[in-house]
């Protein structure tokens, strides 16, 4: 009868301490996993089309790094169409409605719009120039003072923005179609 008695107390014992015990380690082996989870490659970019093709790692990259500030900026209607890495920290993207040029921040972690221009505002057909410095793009867009003040930076009472990039060395010319 004593060890009746006894096994009725220690096996819920028994129990709640490896409740407590197992708990302990997976708050151990949590905050001591600092590695988190690595995305091995971007999300699949799915065209407009909505046809599977085979993964290509360019319009996956570009298709995230719109998503990025898409949220932000209510794109999210947006069609992806092309990106450029201007360098590592600067990358020039189309899509359907807009150009825009993302830079990153490094003190917030994160991308951000420096200028982005709707297709209606820009006047002329950009212009490429070639020079002994590489490649570079120029178009000038209409913009409102106000607009061009919070986009691109104090422009004073001019109604029209110019910008110029430089590309970087392109292995394909033809990089951009599909």
Known sequence: VGK????????PLGGL??????????????????DGVFVLRYPRFIQPDKILRPFNYKQSEGKFYLNQVARSNDWLGDEYYYHQCLSSKSIFILTDQ?????SFDDVMNHWKVEWSHVYLDIEKIPEV????????????????SSAANTITGDFGASDDVAHLFHLPQLRHQRSWEH
């Open 129 to 144: 120039l070639d020079s002994g410095q590489g490649t570079a793009i120029t178009f000038s867009a209409y913009m409102t």
């Open 98 to 102: 807009r150009c825009m040029l993302l």
């Open 17 to 34: 301490t490896d409740m407590v015990s197992y708990t302990i380690d997976g708050i151990h082996h949590h905050t001591l996993a600092d």
């Open 4 to 11: 009746g008695l006894v096994g009725v107390v220690a096996r």
